[in-house]
């Protein structure tokens, strides 16, 4: 645990003495006004036991996640968390994120995120006004009872979460798997050229997902690299427990591998201005990866799955003659090659295909559509320690592809 990020204090049994006891009772909150959100909260699984919860309010106030894992425990017994830098509490902001780690995946969470408003913050006198609160959330487990991961693949959005999502969730093979959380494989957004955008375009979908007991799992695509907020995204979007935008946990059965695929074209290109550095960056990725498939916990696991953007290959004539596609596939095939990987996953070409496995490649790819509903995807994964499925749906329900490893 990150001391200096992360400060959890259990409100019954151990408040300490340095800070104030809970602002707000769980009805004190309800009574406070819901529009004290800007954003209403939303929660990003970032690794196999941490859960970030995010949340924008309309005037600077302080931050407060009170959460526990104990179905039978009472509210006012739930544990405290707020963010603690330099010793100092958070406050005062009005962007709060508060990271809850050492969760066991097994169990729901619940949550519930508390503000107070401040109406002065000087020196020695600092006041707040009524608290407001999000009200209890569930979270899903992220491993199932029978121990099987179940989770949906969002890809290519550009815009249109807030259409896809639910719509996507209400499929009926969908809703009955109970996925536990929401993994986007990045263009969340057409580009990331302001906070309005970003929160209009996509970050707007994430609250009623939460709501819904499903925290998402962001990865970067090429359109997150592009406007002027791209490089204030962690503003917006944790990255993985590691800190990194890619890296690899256990999950139940599954090691799970994650990379930033970055831009389709040379960093060169004249529309990138000269400010992108993607070239070291997917070397510096290939090196980590090298050393992950070499690791214990790689070889231990009884399942590998793994996640990017851009496909490596395409049955397209020419499509994966692009510099991305290129690229990975001279840094991050031949690596993967003899790693006993069960299957990828890919987004970006706006096109759902199934690449199957073979002599060269011994994975298949499944490549997920794109914004369109014509060609919009969700793929349902199911991970047991006896095999993956992998189910790519239609706007329309229609079973698109399968891949069974």
């Known amino acids: 645990m990150n001391r200096r990020n992360f400060l959890s204090i259990l409100g019954a049994a151990g408040a300490g003495a340095a800070l104030r006891p809970a602002p707000a009772t769980a009805a004190e909150a309800k009574a406070a006004p819901a529009e004290g959100f800007a954003l209403a909260p939303y ?34 017994r739930w544990a405290r968390a707020v963010r603690a830098e330099d010793g100092m509490v958070a406050a005062n902001e009005t962007a709060h994120r508060i990271r809850l780690e050492g969760l066991d995946p097994a169990k729901p969470l619940r949550f519930e995120a508390v503000s107070e408003p401040l109406t002065r913050f000087g020196a020695y006198d600092i006041r707040r006004a009524a608290a407001f609160g999000s009200g209890p959330v569930t979270l ?56 309005a955008g970003v929160e209009r375009r996509f970050l707007g979908a ?45 999950l139940g059965p599954a090691r799970l591998l994650f990379l930033d695929s970055g831009e389709d074209k040379p960093d060169d ?71 006993g990987l069960d299957a990828l996953v890919c987004a970006h070409t706006h096109r759902h295909k199934l690449l199957p496995a073979t002599d060269a490649r011994p994975y298949p790819i499944l490549i997920g559509g794109g914004p369109d509903p014509r060609g919009a995807t969700a793929i349902l994964a199911r991970v047991a320690p006896e095999g993956v499925s992998l189910t790519a749906y239609g706007h329309d329900g229609r079973v698109l592809h399968r891949v069974e490893a």
């Open 206 to 250: 994430l609250p009623p997902l939460t709501k819904a007991g499903l925290p998402a799992l962001f990865l970067r695509g090429n359109h997150e690299y592009r406007g002027a907020m791209a490089r204030r995204i962690r503003d917006n979007l944790a990255p993985l427990a590691c800190g990194r935008y890619y890296g690899a946990f256990d």
């Open 269 to 339: 290109a004249p529309v990138y201005g000269g400010l992108l550095a993607t070239d070291p960056y997917l070397e510096e990725q290939a090196a980590w990866l090298r050393r992950e498939v070499a690791s214990d916990a790689w070889k231990a696991a009884k399942r590998r799955l793994a996640f990017w953007h851009i496909p490596p290959e395409s049955d397209t004539p020419g499509e994966d003659k692009w510099y991305g596609p290129a690229r990975l596939r001279r840094l991050v095939s031949p690596l993967l090659q003899d790693a």
């Open 43 to 76: 929660a990003q699984l970032v690794g196999p036991d941490a859960v970030e919860i995010r949340w924008r309010t309309a005037a600077p106030a302080t931050a407060t996640v009170f959460w526990t894992q104990d179905a039978a425990l009472p509210r006012e």
């Open 140 to 195: 899903r487990p992220p491993v199932g009872a029978d121990s099987a991961l179940r989770f949906v693949v969002f890809n290519d959005l550009h815009g249109r979460a807030a259409a896809h999502i639910p719509h996507f969730l209400a499929l009926p093979e969908i809703a009955a798997a109970e996925p536990a959380f929401a993994l986007f494989n990045g263009d969340c957004a057409d580009d990331c050229g302001d906070q």
